[in-house]
């Protein structure tokens, strides 16, 4: 998978909903009902990362729940990619980007969301054919204001940002025509999801997927 065909894929999953929940699942046994609730929620894009035992068992169950595009995040290694790809990950998610990790997306065929967090990073992944990126962390980044600042310049790029967004400024971010989504964990909180209630977690995404991106 090139570059280009990667990231024209991955701008298809981040125009789906304005948010994608990022998701640390700590018991595989919530991830159907987690996946039905945020689905139904209007939520069908799921970022499990891979940062908990039970993640990759969670990417294998949630694979098998209609309707949602389940991806890995926090991949850091060529061992992680294939991981992912074999737990049935439709894209990944990094927290930034190196060359290695970069060459195992391509080479097993699964879209990549690279993370940047300066100009040159992002720059860097231009130059390499990635359009679509995550901006990371954002809030301590710089937040709206240094995206905005990053149109001028990289008008070919598109951002999904994640790290410290909330209800609160979500919509900040999505008021800028160079962010597609916005990547959160404030549809799921960890109380609700070891509770397993479900009602609150569908009310949140429900919320979630009535703010509206600038595009």
Request: charged share 20%.
């Amino acid at each position: 998978m090139t570059p280009e065909q990667a990231s024209e894929l991955v701008a298809r999953v981040c125009g789906l909903a304005p948010v994608i929940p990022v998701l640390v699942i700590r018991d595989a046994s919530h991830a159907p009902g987690l996946a039905r609730a945020l689905i139904e929620g209007g939520l069908p894009v799921l970022e499990i990362t891979l940062r908990t035992p039970a993640a990759l068992e969670a990417i294998r169950a949630m694979a098998q729940i209609e309707g949602g595009v389940v991806g890995a995040g926090t991949l850091l290694t060529e061992a992680d990619v294939v991981a992912a790809k074999e737990a049935g990950a439709a894209f990944g998610v990094s927290p930034g980007a190196t060359p290695r990790l970069i060459e195992a997306c391509e080479a097993h065929d699964l879209p990549l969301l690279p993370g940047a967090a300066t100009p040159s990073e992002s720059m860097a992944l231009l130059e390499r054919g990635y359009t679509v990126q995550k901006f990371f962390p954002a809030e301590a980044n710089g937040g709206p204001a240094t995206l905005r600042a990053w149109a001028g310049p990289l008008p070919r790029v598109r951002f999904c940002p994640t790290g410290g967004i909330g209800p609160d400024n979500a919509a900040s971010y999505l008021a800028l025509s160079n962010v597609l989504c916005v990547g959160g964990s404030w549809v799921a909180p960890d109380d609700r999801v070891r509770a397993g209630d479900w009602d609150r977690i569908r009310q949140l995404a429900r919320e979630a997927s009535s703010l509206r991106p600038a595009r």
